[in-house]
C-alpha cells in the first residue's frame, strides 16, 4: 500500500509559476512510476506528466511540454512537478499518481492516488 500526499497548490496570476510536491510513504517508492494528473471542473481527467522509476525517462502532454517539469527523489520519496508559465487553463485539481509497473507512462493503468491539490491561475 502506498500513500501519497500532495501540497504546494495554490492561486496564481497567468504567467506566473507554481512548484506541486507528492510524499509519498512505503518502502518501495523507488520501483514505481509517478505521474500527476489533472482534472478541470466538468472535464475528464487527463495526464499532465509521467517518470519512471529511474528518473531517466518522462513523458508530458503537449499542452504542458516545455512549461512543466517532472522530477524525483527517491532518497525522499518525493516526486515534484514544476509549472511555469502558467495559464488560465491549467486551472484544475492536480492528483499525483503511483504505477506499480515503474513505466510513469501516460497509458498505464496507475495504482494508486492522493487526494489532490487545487491550482487555480487568474487572468
Known amino acids: 500500500q502506498v500513500q501519497l500526499v500532495e501540497s504546494g497548490g495554490g492561486l496564481v496570476q497567468a504567467g506566473g509559476s507554481l512548484r506541486l510536491s507528492c510524499a509519498a510513504s512505503?518502502?518501495?517508492?523507488?520501483?514505481?512510476?509517478m505521474g500527476w494528473f489533472r482534472q478541470a471542473p466538468g472535464k475528464e481527467r487527463e495526464f499532465v506528466a509521467g517518470?519512471?522509476?529511474?528518473?531517466?525517462?518522462?513523458y508530458y502532454a503537449d499542452s504542458v511540454k516545455g512549461r512543466f517539469t517532472i522530477s524525483r527523489d527517491n532518497t525522499k520519496n518525493t516526486v515534484h512537478l514544476q509549472m511555469t508559465r502558467l495559464k488560465p487553463e491549467d486551472t484544475a485539481v492536480y492528483y499525483c499518481?503511483?504505477?506499480?509497473?515503474?513505466?510513469?507512462?501516460?497509458?498505464?493503468?496507475?495504482?494508486?492516488w492522493g487526494q489532490g491539490t487545487q491550482v487555480t491561475v487568474s487572468s
Open positions: 517518470i519512471r522509476w529511474s528518473g531517466g525517462w518522462t
Open positions: 512505503g518502502r518501495t517508492f523507488s520501483s514505481y512510476g
Open positions: 499518481a503511483a504505477d506499480m509497473t515503474g513505466s510513469g507512462s501516460p497509458d498505464k493503468e496507475y495504482d494508486y
